[in-house]
């Protein structure tokens, strides 16, 4: 069994009592998407390129169908200073917010602090970044973004995706 095999059912049963759901959906490659307001949140358990310390790996593909500008760059190396521990970056059209934990020293504050940060973060900045330089959202519903960007980064105002209304993925 390996090590990821071991921490797989400890984040699963996290994340399910995070969501307050009875059933997970898990996908084939074991990434557990998430529906945020506008956006789609995966969580996944990935080992490092050489094979050494799991990581639980929760990121938000935010906007696709934009392209890299000098303008959309600076503007994510701004949002980068403002983080503490998630980063936002393009790469293949995409915009994405993702943050990394090692996987082996998980407890359930840890996944639910990433999870509630990263859901936040999406939900807000893809209709933020969507009207400044255009692309697209993962799902195109009205959502309610907090005030300001300073409270993407604000764990203990982010609001838990809401399984029943906002949709789970």
């Not at 071991?6 to 996908?27: A, D, N, S, Y």
């Not at 998430?34 to 956006?39: H, L, N, P």
């Not at 969580?43 to 000098?70: C, K, N, S």
């Not at 503007?75 to 915009?95: C, G, H, I, P, Y």
């Amino acid at each position: 069994m390996t090590r990821l095999e071991v921490i797989r059912p400890f984040v699963e049963q996290t994340v399910k009592e995070f969501l307050g759901v009875e059933q997970l959906q898990v996908m084939d490659d074991g990434t557990i998407p998430i529906r945020a307001g506008s956006t789609g949140v995966n969580v996944r358990l990935m080992q490092t390129r050489d094979e050494g310390e799991p990581l639980l790996q929760v990121f938000a593909p935010i906007l696709h169908g934009v392209p890299r500008t000098p303008e959309l760059l600076e503007k994510l190396n701004e949002m980068n200073t403002n983080f503490t521990s998630a980063r936002a970056f393009w790469v293949n059209d995409q915009v994405l917010i993702a943050m990394e934990l090692p996987a082996e020293t998980l407890d359930k504050q840890q996944v639910g602090y990433a999870c509630s940060l990263i859901s936040f973060a999406a939900d807000y900045w893809d209709d933020v970044l969507k009207g400044q330089f255009g692309g697209e959202i993962a799902f195109n519903e009205p959502t309610t973004p907090a005030e300001g960007a300073e409270a993407a980064e604000a764990p203990a105002e982010a609001p838990r995706p809401d399984p029943g209304s906002k949709g789970y993925l």
